[in-house]
C-alpha cells in the first residue's frame, strides 16, 4: 500500500499569495462605492446597501471581507472604519489615497491580466507610449494627497537641514506632479522660491495646489519635457522625487544637465528607488514595478545608481542614506556641486 508524503507544510503565505486579487478587488470596489464614507459610525450590513442601494446580503459580504482584511471593525452585526481607513480611505478625508489606489490599478491592470501570455510573446514591437499627458495629469492629481499626508513634510523637514539651505533663493521641482514637495519646501524657507516642471497637462493640476495653499507669489510652474527641454538655470536645489527612471536609458546626460542648472555650490537632491538582493527587493517597489516591466520597460534604478551617476557628472560631493517612506525604503541622495 502506497503511503501519503510524511510532510509538515507551512503554507499560509502561498494561500494569502493566492488569495491576493481577491484581496484588491474588495478593496477597490469598496473604494468605487464610497463604502468607508458610511462607516464613520457602527452601521449594519442592511443599512450601508440602503445608502449605497445596494444587494443587502451582497453588501454584508464586502463587509465580512473588509473586515477580514483588517479595514473594519465589526461587533454586534455593524459595522465601522478603523483608525487608518478612516483617515486613508474616507473621500472627505484632506490624506485620502482611494484616488491612488484606482489609479494604480487602472494604469496596471491590462497588462497584467494575462502575464502567461506577455512572457510567451516576450516585449511589442510597440513600446507603451509613456508620453500621454492626460494620464500623468490623473496620476498627478491622484498622488497629491499621499503627498500632502506626510511624505511632502518628512522631505521638507529634511531639506531644510542642508547645510546652506537658509541662503537658498530658487529651488525647481523636476517632474514635480502635483506639486507638494515644492510646496513644502518652500513653506520651510522664508522666502525661497519655487519652479514645478512637467508636462502642461500636470502643471495645470500643479497650479490648483499653488492656489490651494495661497503660495502664487513664490512657486511657479514650467510645462514641458525635461528629457529634452531646457529646464532653466541659476537654481540653489534642485529636487527629483521618483522621476529620473524615465530618463534611465540617459541617466548620465540627464545628471550632467541637471549639474549645468545648478548654481555654483547648489544641491541636488535626488529621492528615488533603489532595488537591492539582485533586484528582488524592496518588495513593495519590486511587486509595483511589475506591469512596467512586463510592458518592456525597465526603468527601476539599482541601489547606488543615481550617486554613482552624480559622481560622473562632476559633483563635489554626494552623500546617500536610506529613507523609511509610507510606501517602502527609498533612497535619498545629496550632490553638492
Not at 514637495?181 to 500636470?202: K, S, T, W
Not at 529636487?239 to 544641491?267: C, Q
Not at 539582485?278 to 512596467?292: D, F, I, K, N
Request: aromatic share 8%.
Amino acid at each position: 500500500m502506497k503511503k501519503l508524503p510524511e510532510l509538515n507544510l507551512q503554507i499560509d503565505s502561498l494561500f494569502d499569495i493566492a488569495n491576493g486579487h481577491t484581496k484588491s478587488q474588495l478593496l477597490l470596489a469598496a473604494i468605487e462605492l464610497k463604502v468607508f464614507d458610511y462607516l464613520s459610525t457602527p452601521q449594519s450590513a442592511e443599512a450601508v446597501a440602503d445608502k449605497l442601494d445596494t444587494h443587502p446580503e451582497y453588501t454584508r459580504f464586502l463587509l465580512d471581507g473588509l473586515t477580514a482584511l483588517n479595514l473594519v471593525f465589526k461587533k454586534d452585526g455593524c459595522y465601522h472604519n478603523c483608525p487608518d481607513t478612516q483617515v486613508t480611505l474616507h473621500s472627505q478625508s484632506p490624506a485620502y489615497l482611494g484616488k491612488m489606489f484606482s489609479m494604480m490599478d487602472q494604469m496596471s491592470s491590462s497588462i497584467m491580466a494575462d502575464i502567461g501570455q506577455r512572457l510567451r510573446s516576450g516585449p511589442s514591437d510597440e513600446p507603451v507610449d509613456l508620453g500621454n499627458e492626460a494620464i500623468w495629469a490623473a496620476h498627478a492629481r491622484s498622488m497629491a494627497n499621499y503627498q500632502r499626508s506626510g511624505a511632502a513634510q518628512q522631505m521638507a523637514t529634511r531639506i531644510a537641514q542642508i547645510e546652506g539651505f537658509e541662503s537658498f533663493e530658487k529651488m525647481l521641482d523636476l517632474g514635480g506632479g502635483p506639486g507638494l514637495y515644492c510646496l513644502a519646501m518652500v513653506a520651510e524657507h522664508p522666502n525661497m522660491r519655487g519652479v514645478i516642471f512637467d508636462q502642461p497637462a500636470v502643471t495645470q493640476v500643479a497650479e490648483e495646489f499653488i492656489a490651494e495653499y495661497e503660495m502664487a507669489d513664490r512657486v511657479t510652474t514650467m510645462g514641458g519635457d525635461y528629457l529634452n527641454d531646457p529646464i532653466g538655470e541659476g537654481y540653489d536645489l534642485i529636487w527629483a522625487s521618483a522621476t529620473l527612471n524615465f530618463a534611465r536609458a540617459g541617466l548620465d546626460a540627464m545628471i550632467e544637465k541637471i549639474h549645468h542648472a545648478l548654481k555654483p555650490g547648489g544641491v541636488f537632491v535626488s529621492h528615488a528607488d533603489g532595488l537591492t538582493q539582485e533586484r528582488t527587493q524592496p518588495a513593495a517597489y519590486v511587486l509595483g514595478s511589475m506591469a512596467w516591466m512586463f510592458s518592456g520597460q525597465d526603468i527601476m534604478f539599482n541601489s547606488g545608481e543615481i550617486a554613482e551617476a552624480m559622481k560622473r557628472a562632476g559633483f563635489a560631493s554626494v552623500e546617500s542614506a536610506t529613507v523609511e517612506t509610507p510606501m517602502m525604503p527609498m533612497e535619498l541622495d545629496i550632490a553638492r556641486k
